[in-house]
C-alpha cells in the first residue's frame, strides 16, 4: 500500500503562485509514474501533469508554460509548482502514484483562486 498526503493549497489572487507538495509513504518500492489531478465543482477529476520515475514530465495543455511538476525519488515526494495562476484553476489537487498496475489517491488539497 502507498499513502499520499498532500500539502500547501490555500487561497491565492489571480497571477499568483503557489506550490503543492505529496509526500508518499508506506509500500514506496516500485513507485513509477506519479501526478497531480484535479476537480472542480461539477465537473469530473482530470490529469494536471504527470512525471515518471525518470523525471519525463507532460501537462494538460491549459497549464503548460505555468504549472511545473518535479519529484524527488530519494524522499519519496512529488511537487507542482504553479504559476500565473487563474480563477478557472481553482479545484480540489489530488496527488496520484502507480505502483505495479495500481493506482493510489491522496485526500486532496483545495486551491482557490479569487480576488
Known amino acids: 500500500q502507498v499513502q499520499l498526503v498532500e500539502s500547501g493549497g490555500g487561497l491565492v489572487q489571480p497571477g499568483g503562485s503557489l506550490r503543492l507538495s505529496c509526500a508518499a509513504s508506506?509500500?514506496?518500492?516500485?513507485?513509477?509514474?506519479m501526478g497531480w489531478y484535479r476537480q472542480a465543482p461539477g465537473k469530473e477529476r482530470g490529469l494536471v501533469a504527470i512525471i515518471s520515475q525518470g523525471g519525463s514530465a507532460t501537462y494538460r495543455d491549459s497549464v503548460k508554460g505555468r504549472f511545473t511538476i518535479t519529484r524527488d525519488n530519494a524522499k519519496n515526494m512529488v511537487y507542482l509548482q504553479m504559476n500565473s495562476l487563474k480563477p478557472e484553476d481553482t479545484a480540489v489537487y489530488y496527488c496520484?502514484?502507480?505502483?505495479?498496475?495500481?493506482?493510489?489517491w491522496g485526500q486532496g488539497t483545495q486551491v482557490t483562486v479569487s480576488s
Open positions: 496520484n502514484a502507480f505502483r505495479f498496475g495500481a493506482s493510489y
Open positions: 508506506g509500500t514506496t518500492f516500485g513507485v513509477g509514474t
